[in-house]
């Protein structure tokens, strides 16, 4: 899966990067020579840019270890890490090298960090900058954890206007509290309940609040995860005002649908929420038309007693997918039911992700690029097994589901990933 598209090739590696990329027969040597089967195809490894691994402090949820296997086992070479919920969260310079010091002798694949944006920290802005993050996360709700507060909206101006000054960006959980609060109450195991208590005009309040923020400060300004397709047409119009936005959504909004969701089926929270199947189809057209730009995990794990599943109550348990080793497969089972094509699949989730954290390296099967691939089976079928996935807590929401696409081998700079020996580097921003 090139540049060009599907073609066949023959591609050449050498000290970590694509020197050549001849046309099939050409005879390439090397040191090593390794033969797709008829059914696969090479692509480059998939970025994540929306992982959260948990470590320090909330190991028990996620490691660096766990995750980056879970990733490679998924044909993902690279992800980025959020600022919470590990403690400390990453929103100091001392707090970052902690986290790579953890994660130094860990990584199966590479790894980069965000920093976090939160009231009081923003004399720690630059220097987590200078230190190599990749922009900074915000809340405008309660975060989830108590030791990661959400800013005002004056608040994120205020941030993103410091921001602009090294053109840093400004990735926003964009829900607002207000609306929120004075939703139902989510409590106890009907999903419908749990879906009115984050309706979509809180997604839609705050996302107009962070086109706007950006729009008077110039600051470049990412929202995450969409999940209400209500605020596509602001996007757009945003984007073509000049608005320096980006947007993601995430597999579980584009496959699962609130009308299949059982009550009490607590795996399946996450906020915002999983929402109906009309809302699903628009964004896809979202994804089609170039307003969403790409597709990541948000892999958000926990313990099996977070996620409350003995009594199932939608208010109580833990919101988060797991699904970081399952992406490619998912999207692409909704996708080529839909007639999309793989090579269309793999923009999403890997050129576009990479550009939108400024790596220059990565996200493409392409000369000078990280020689960063995994070997995809499109056409093979599997059904989950949770109890096989590499991630910590065998718990998803796709336990059981029939996907398309099978990973067979993953490889990090031309070394295939064994899960026994961690060849990860921690990148920062501005690596080449």
Request: proline fraction near 6%; hydrophobic fraction near 40%; glycine fraction near 10%.
């Amino acid at each position: 899966m090139t540049t060009a598209g599907e073609v066949p090739r023959e591609v050449g590696v050498r000290d970590g990067r694509i020197v050549a990329i001849e046309p099939l027969g050409n005879g390439l040597l090397g040191t090593e020579v390794i033969v797709l089967a008829a059914d696969e195809v090479l692509l480059p490894g998939l970025v994540d840019t929306h992982v959260h691994v948990n470590e320090p402090g909330r190991t028990q949820w996620e490691g660096f270890a766990s995750a980056t296997r879970a990733a490679a086992a998924g044909g993902v070479t690279t992800i980025i890490d959020m600022p919470l919920n590990s403690i400390p969260p990453t929103t100091t310079v001392a707090a970052l090298e902690l986290k790579r010091e953890v994660a130094r002798d860990q990584a199966f694949v590479d790894v980069g960090f965000w920093g976090g944006a939160i009231p009081g920290n923003q004399a720690d802005l630059r220097p987590l900058h200078d230190d190599g993050v990749f922009g900074f996360k915000c809340f405008l709700l309660h975060s989830g954890v108590e030791e990661f507060p959400h800013l005002e909206a004056d608040e994120m101006e205020a941030d993103m206007a410091v921001l602009k000054g090294f053109d840093s960006m400004m990735i926003v959980h964009a829900e607002d509290s207000r609306a929120i609060e004075r939703a139902p109450s989510a409590e106890g195991d009907q999903y419908q309940k749990f879906l009115r208590s984050r309706p979509r005009g809180a997604e839609n309040v705050a996302i107009a609040e962070v086109i706007e923020r950006a729009r008077w400060t110039g600051a470049r300004a990412h929202i995450l995860h969409l999940s209400s397709s209500d605020a596509l047409p602001m996007i757009a119009s945003a984007k073509r005002d000049g608005v320096r936005l980006t947007v993601e959504t995430c597999p579980h909004y584009l496959t699962l649908i609130a009308e299949e969701i059982p009550n009490g089926a607590t795996a399946y929270k996450c906020c915002p929420p999983i929402r109906e199947v009309g809302n699903r189809e628009l964004l896809w057209a979202g994804l089609l038309d170039g307003t969403i730009d790409c597709i990541v995990s948000d892999h958000s794990p926990s313990t099996l007693d977070l996620k409350d599943l003995e009594n199932g109550d939608f208010a109580v348990a833990w919101g988060g997918v797991s699904s970081l080793q399952l992406g490619l497969p998912i999207i692409w089972t909704e996708a080529r039911r839909r007639g999309v094509g793989l090579e269309q699949v793999i923009a999403w989730m890997s050129a576009r992700p990479a550009e939108l954290a400024g790596l220059s390296a990565k996200g493409k099967l392409s000369l000078g690029y990280d020689a960063d691939l995994s070997v995809f089976a499109p056409d093979e079928a599997f059904v989950v097994d949770v109890s096989r996935l590499k991630h910590k807590n065998p718990i998803t929401p796709y336990d059981r589901r029939a996907l398309s696409g099978v990973v067979r081998r993953t490889f990090l700079r031309g070394t295939e990933v064994d899960g026994r020996t961690p060849t990860g580097r921690l990148l920062r921003r501005g690596m080449v």
